[in-house]
């Protein structure tokens, strides 16, 4: 596999659940993002990881975690859901945190809270 | 806080004909990044095109070029030859760079007809 993938591709899940979803880069970068992308809205960034620490938390609710184990791998752990918080999830990374460098986005996680 | 105006939600172009797709921002800094980003209907976005504020001369690759205007603050990208793969969503962003992150436009869907 090559760039960044995410899986699942989509997922429904009820407001109860607790889901997981998955980022892997395979372009040998440091930092890696999380973002939400919801219709007619600009893409929201929710975190940022660089070297596998977390240097940005958009003021994003609890009942989404993230976490980083290392530097090809990010995941979003969700419990608690609301219906609101369905649109696409994306991932990203970039060679670095600094905002010069291009980011490379995942397909995304299409996301449906029912 | 820096922010991204693209004005027009929608477009459209007749193939291999030339269209333009604005946008302009907000910031206080003198230098900075600025990017164009394509999303096809697959969903996975890609960069177009890569702008620093510190270079006079506008940016292109093949098709894509962008009018940089800096005392107006407003980065336009031109694609020309339109061809029925350029029809997506494209996203305007702005970084002003080191440990920074990407504040994107809420976006606009260029359709191409045949």
């Known amino acids: 596999e090559t760039g960044v993938t995410q899986t699942p591709r989509h997922l429904v899940m009820g407001m109860t659940n607790k889901k997981s979803l998955k980022c892997e880069q395979h372009?040998?970068?440091?930092?890696m993002y999380w973002y939400k992308q919801s219709a007619k809205k600009p893409l929201e960034l929710m975190f940022v990881?660089?070297?596998?620490?977390?240097?940005e938390n958009n003021s994003v609710p609890s009942r989404f975690s993230p976490e980083c184990p290392n530097s090809s791998h990010l995941f979003l752990h969700l419990h608690t859901l609301q219906p609101e918080d369905s649109a696409l999830y994306l991932c990203a990374s970039s060679q670095d945190h600094d905002g010069s460098y291009e980011q490379y986005f995942g397909p995304g996680t299409r996301l449906t809270v029912t | 806080a820096q922010t991204v105006t693209q004005s027009q939600p929608e477009m459209s172009v007749q193939e291999a004909e030339t269209v333009t797709l604005s946008c302009t921002y907000d910031t206080s800094e003198s230098d900075y990044y600025l990017f164009w980003y394509k999303q096809p209907p697959s969903r996975q976005m890609i960069l177009v095109i890569r702008q620093e504020a510190y270079k006079q001369q506008n940016a292109t690759e093949n098709r894509f070029s962008v009018n940089f205007q800096k005392a107006a603050k407003s980065f336009s990208l031109k694609i020309s030859d339109s061809q029925l793969g350029d029809a997506a969503m494209y996203f305007c962003a702005y970084s002003p760079g080191a440990n920074s992150k990407l504040t994107f436009g809420k976006g606009i869907t260029l359709s191409v007809r045949p």
């Open positions: 372009l040998g970068h440091n930092a």
């Open positions: 990881y660089n070297f596998k620490e977390q240097t």
